[in-house]
């Protein structure tokens, strides 16, 4: 690929960058100067590729590196509204009942790969992750797209593994219940 | 959790969260286990956390 096509390509690349930095790092200066850092990075190191699916992987990898770099950075800034909302436990009592059986049934979603075919289905999904409480969001983020460990995680953000696996459970109920209602209540869908 | 085998669903749903996220011990998966044979809305939930893992993970496809 020349390098008129590669700025293309990245300049097309931009809008999804954007989007997948915006959900990490909930803060849209973040997200754009890691952007900005990521095509700066892909255009030095020119590489050639034979399409476009390769590049996007590639470039968001480079992303990922630095949405981690920023989070390094912020460190201090972003822990402590973490441990704020780490404080505040028992947020999905509301689903069990006393004897501890759950109120609302959860509906049956049926074959992943289906639904996967769908884009509309990935745009639901960012949004429901956009819903998510700040310090939720982003531990949630960081376990399941960036793929850190739990302990890298109460690294980063100066939790506890309990406050840890508490906000995990709870934004993983958040996104389920989301999820279910922009989604598998639709269905079937064309 | 109570000395014995029986775990209650909200319970359950801890386990199959941490689970995601941690090894569970022993006694932890057997109690699970147990529960999710006679739980079809626990089981029903289990498999929906691993949709949307996978489905996270295919965000940037």
């Not at chain 1, 950075?73 to 947020?91: H, I, L, N, P």
């Not at chain 1, 059986?101 to 639904?115: I, K, N, S």
């Not at chain 2, 949709?51 to 295919?58: D, G, L, V």
């Amino acid at each position: 690929m020349d390098t008129a096509a590669l700025n293309d390509a990245l300049a097309g690349l931009r809008p999804v960058l954007f989007k997948l930095a915006r959900l990490q790092l909930r803060n849209d200066t973040w997200a754009e100067d890691v952007v900005s850092e990521t095509l700066i990075a892909a255009l030095e190191a020119a590489p050639t590729f034979a399409g476009q699916s390769q590049l996007k992987t590639w470039v968001v990898g480079i992303l990922k590196h630095k949405i981690i770099d920023c989070f390094r950075k912020a460190g201090r800034e972003v822990s402590t509204d973490a441990m704020v909302e780490a404080a505040e436990v028992e947020a999905f009592d509301e689903l069990f009942a006393p004897d501890g059986h759950r109120t609302a049934v959860p509906l049956e979603w049926g074959d992943p790969e289906e639904t996967f075919k769908r884009t509309q289905f990935f745009e639901i999904l960012q949004m429901c992750v956009d819903k998510l409480p700040p310090a939720l969001g982003r531990i949630f983020m960081m376990r399941e797209w960036l793929e850190y460990e739990t302990t890298e995680i109460c690294k980063e953000m100066g939790i506890t593994a309990t406050n840890a696996f508490v906000m995990l459970h709870r934004a993983r109920l958040r996104l389920r219940e989301c999820l279910e209602i922009n989604w598998f209540a639709g269905a079937p869908r064309t | 959790m109570n000395g014995n085998w029986k775990i209650t669903c909200r319970e359950a749903h801890v386990l199959l969260s941490e689970r995601l996220d941690r090894e569970l011990g022993f006694a932890e998966t057997l109690r699970l286990r147990a529960h999710l044979l006679i739980c079809a809305v626990c089981t029903k939930v289990g498999k929906q956390m691993d949709f949307m893992r996978q489905a996270i993970r295919q965000l940037d496809r």
